[in-house]
């Protein structure tokens, strides 16, 4: 945990929602823009200092909500609840003397629950954030509900994907595709990670769309399905871009607002003869062996130099992290992950793929194993209960001749909304996966 200027002239709480590296020479490298719920930018430098010291500044103050805060070739953009804009130093101070509206098509009303989330770009430029839908009210205007795509030159605002209910944060991938989590609420029966394909829609009948059917075979489906106890609140995804994070490089990252922690998200490309046609991923998610953070998670930037993974957060609104805020390093030790890496559906169970090899008596027992499964009903109220919840016996587990895959044959698998695993299994030298 990194110290943040918690007592500080102004009395501002250090509720931060977005950060950047400010660049790429020696200095802009040791240093972070970072945003608070609560309308500040700072900047923060001397993170790779031999003294540890950090330096805070607020630069810019009065923004509406900032939730989102990426670096463009030196320039600050910020996703505001009104607009994105761009902070400019035009005196050499550091402090910000011009705020410019890059743009400003965002659509607002007075309801509390329409955030707007993230801040990130795609290859060609366009800038891509979320702005939630309101809650438990049928939307007003066409944003509601969301993934936005804003052109490079700020001229035009377009919808990607709608259906969204809050949707915090989102991840651009090379191939057009994103990844945008959502929260549990009316039409959202738990928390779901969403592949994004653009014109897809994504379960909020409140959000503003043109679906009139509410089964759930009109939504795309969740990538997953996150129940409250193993996540009350996702954050933002991001892939590991650090090659000191082996064997986790490309990997896709689930930050927690809920619980304070990360996530690795494990997909699989569902076969053909099961996706209806339609190309799409499925998975689940195991907690990173990191602790707890103190507060919710928000957002997290691999830095270019040094590898790290920078993150930061708030406490606002429902979680189980209730420090205000803080901003987090986090550093991959030379210790084995000892845990899952790989996850597959087979014919009759699942295929796990461990970072370490195991214990081969412990791994082929399957008492050593333990699969359940449940449902969920997706309806106008809000959440779901767990439905016809169900205990699987196992029926063997095989392990693969590098100790590192287990096949696990479960008795009476079938598609289901939702399933954990859990097992009693040491790696290979005997400790604790």
């Known amino acids: 945990m990194l ?45 790779a200092s031999a003294d540890g010291v950090l330096k805070w500044r607020r630069i810019a103050t009065g923004l509406y909500q900032p939730l989102g805060l990426k670096v463009i070739d030196g320039v600050m953009y910020v996703t505001c609840r009104d607009r994105i804009v761009t902070l400019h130093d035009t005196d050499g101070d550091g402090l910000t003397d011009r705020y410019d509206t890059f743009n400003t098509d965002q659509q607002v009303t007075e309801h509390f629950h329409e955030f707007a989330m993230g801040l990130e770009t795609d290859a060609a430029g366009n800038l891509y954030y979320a702005k939630s839908a309101r809650h438990a009210m049928p939307a007003v205007v066409p944003h ?17 994907a709608n259906g969204f209910r809050a949707a915090n944060g989102v ?32 379960g909020n009948m409140f959000g503003y769309h043109d679906v009139t059917d509410d089964s759930d075979t009109a939504m795309e489906p969740p990538v997953a399905w996150i129940t409250n106890e193993f996540d009350r609140s996702p954050a933002e995804l991001l892939r590991v871009t650090s090659k000191s994070w082996t064997p986790l490089v490309g990997a896709l990252l689930e930050l927690s607002y809920g619980q304070g922690r990360m996530h690795l998200v494990l997909t699989q490309t569902v076969p053909p003869a099961q996706a209806a046609g339609m190309p799409r991923l499925q998975g689940g998610l195991i907690a990173l062996p990191v602790p707890d953070l103190p507060t919710g ?10 590898g790290h993974l920078y993150t930061c ?23 084995p992950l000892r845990m899952p890496v790989e996850l597959a559906t087979t014919a009759d169970g699942l295929r796990l793929t461990f970072s370490e090899p195991l214990d081969r008596t412990r791994a082929t027992d399957p008492q050593a194993w333990h699969y359940k499964s449940w449902g969920l009903k997706r309806t106008a109220n809000y959440g779901s209960n767990h439905i016809d919840t169900q205990e699987h016996r196992l029926k063997a587990a095989d392990l693969s001749s590098d100790g590192r895959t287990v096949t696990l044959h479960i008795e009476g698998i079938a598609p289901t909304w939702c399933y954990e695993v859990r097992w009693n299994v040491s790696d290979a030298d005997g400790a604790p996966l």
């Open 3 to 47: 110290p943040t200027p918690a007592v500080n002239p102004w009395n501002a709480q250090i509720r931060l929602g977005g950060i950047d590296f400010l660049g790429t020479d020696d200095r802009q490298k040791e240093s972070a823009a970072l945003c608070t719920w609560d309308g500040d930018v700072w900047t923060v430098g001397g993170l």
């Open 297 to 306: 998670i928000m957002r997290g930037r691999f830095h270019p130099t040094d």
């Open 313 to 335: 957060g708030l406490f606002a609104w429902a979680g189980n992290r209730t420090e205000p805020g803080g901003l987090f390093r986090v550093r991959r030790t030379t210790l």
């Open 171 to 202: 991840c651009v991938e090379p191939d057009g595709t994103f990844y945008v989590t959502d929260q549990e609420g009316h039409w959202n029966p738990k928390n779901r990670i969403n592949h994004v394909r653009p014109g897809g829609f994504y």
């Open 144 to 160: 509601h509900g969301t993934l936005l795509k804003v052109t490079r030159d700020g001229s035009t605002t377009e919808i990607v």
